[in-house]
């Protein structure tokens, strides 16, 4: 099993600089004509910190301590989640006229997307890393296992866009189903609020049902509480991960076949 994967992945890495072009059209696509360009995702989330400060210190008041610093690290996370599923979800159909041309693994394609929510949430992050000490935060060794949990969360993020690139080659009205069911779920993870605040249990447990929560769990853990996640945190992240990415790998080798014929 180890064998085949590592075929793969070397199979895979020789087209790495079709990976890279297809991430430096995204970031073409997304600011062409804009004079400030790639600065732009530097200046988006430094006005989202004060947007938050203005809000949550002068206009409502959490009891969430450096409530900005907390709700910035799950909003920014959420939306890499969101933005990887979504472009993730559209991928293979927005791509249709390039891969009927050329061949290639299909899999790079919604892997491509998923890579460039990440750099445009890497860029988010260098603004908060930057802001950190200013909004609450406290550098600690224990931050340094931060990139660990984010390679989970990446991961499992990318499981589940190749499941929805494949499924909506066939069912077009899935990327508005999707875009309603992340709505639900930003309200059902960990963001805005902490666990400990709920006292519905039944609305606790469909927290707890829910794989975002452990991930947000050990962000918040990490970048926020100063402390290291639990090994069950860990250990839930990493099945999660390793579930996703089995699913979307396996349906994608699948359906592989008939994709070019279905676009």
């Known amino acids: 099993m180890l064998n085949q994967l590592a075929a793969h992945a070397r199979r895979l890495w020789v087209y790495r600089d079709m990976v890279y072009n297809l991430i430096r059209k995204d970031f073409r696509v997304r600011y062409q004509g804009a004079a400030l360009g790639f600065a732009w995702s530097l200046g988006n989330p430094l006005a989202l910190i004060i947007l938050y400060d203005v809000i949550f210190t002068h206009v409502f008041r959490s009891n969430i301590k450096d409530y900005v610093l907390y709700i ?13 599923v979504l472009q993730g979800c559209e991928s293979l159909t927005g791509a249709s006229s390039f891969l009927q041309k050329i061949y290639f693994p299909r899999i790079l394609v919604p892997t491509a997307n998923v890579l460039f929510s990440l750099v445009l949430s890497i860029a988010a992050f260098l603004v908060l890393f ?16 931060y990139p660990f949990a984010l390679a989970l969360f990446i991961i ?4 589940i866009a190749l499941v929805f690139s494949v499924l909506h080659v066939e069912f077009r009205d899935l ?3 999707i875009e ?12 805005t609020f902490d666990v400990s605040m709920i006292h519905s249990h039944l609305f606790r447990d469909i927290i707890a049902l829910n794989p975002l929560t452990y991930f947000f769990t050990a962000f918040h853990d990490l970048l926020y509480s100063g402390r290291i996640p639990s090994p069950s945190t860990w250990g839930l992240m990493a ?10 790998m396996s349906l994608f080798r699948a359906k592989a076949a008939q994709l070019i014929e279905l676009l």
């Open 175 to 177: 990327k508005h189903l």
């Open 156 to 159: 499992f993020s990318w499981g």
């Open 180 to 191: 309603i069911l992340l709505m639900f779920l930003f309200w059902v993870t960990p963001i």
């Open 239 to 248: 099945v999660f991960a390793t579930m996703t990415a089995t699913a979307g």
């Open 130 to 145: 930057a802001v950190f000490p200013l909004i609450g935060g406290v550098y600690h060794w224990d931050m340094l296992l």
């Open 72 to 84: 910035f690290i799950g909003v920014v996370s959420y939306n890499l989640f969101s933005q990887a």
